[in-house]
Every structure is written in C-alpha cells, then in structure tokens.
C-alpha cells in the first residue's frame, strides 16, 4: 500500500485522491482543470487573437500561466498576433489620415480658388 498521507478536502474534510479535479462530497473544486490545447481551440484562439485583438491578451495570458510548455507556446503566439495586429492597424490608420490630409492639401485651394 501507499505510504503517502491521505489528502483531505478543505471544506469538508473528506478523503479524497490526490488526481481528483473535485470533491466527490461536496463539489468543491480542487484544483482548475488543464486548459485545453487541442488544435481546433488553437485555430478558435489564433483566429480570435487576428479578429478580436484584445481577446488575445486575456487568452494569451490565461495560457502563458499553465504549466506546460505547449500551453506556454499557444499563450505566446497569441498575444504576438495580437501585437501584431494592433501594429499593423496603428500603421494602416497612419497610412490612411496621411492620405486624406493630402486629399484635403491638394483639394482646397481649387475650392476656395487660391
């Protein structure tokens, strides 16, 4: 037999296993259960960090603190596509203000006849 101390709930003080995810007595949860990296949540989470650059962040940060590596590299990619996102539509946006100031500098004179 183990020679390990049995592991106790904290709310009601029940045996339980050490690889339970909750307590059979009363629910509670142990310990979060492993973030899901399977290849269609990383295409959802990829997809999500292009198209909802903010969620990428919060999805990023939430993988960055699992405990493995592959965790850790989904994490990673996802807020580097969200910076890069908001890079490339800072320097969209730059692009296009600096088009219509030069619309606007070229277009004037003729309407105010100058």
Known sequence: MDN????VCSNCHQN????????FNCGKNLHPLPLSISFGRQIYIYLGSIFLPPMGFIWG???LRQNDTKSKIVGATAII???LI????????????????SQL????????GL
């Open 61 to 63: 940060i939430r993988y």
């Open 16 to 23: 339980i296993r050490p690889s339970d995810y909750f307590c």
């Open 86 to 101: 908001f890079y490339l539509a800072y320097i969209y946006t730059v692009q296009f203000f600096d088009a219509v100031k």
């Open 4 to 7: 390990q101390p049995p592991v």
């Open 105 to 112: 500098n070229t277009q004037l004179p003729d309407v105010y």
């Open 81 to 83: 596509l969200t910076f």
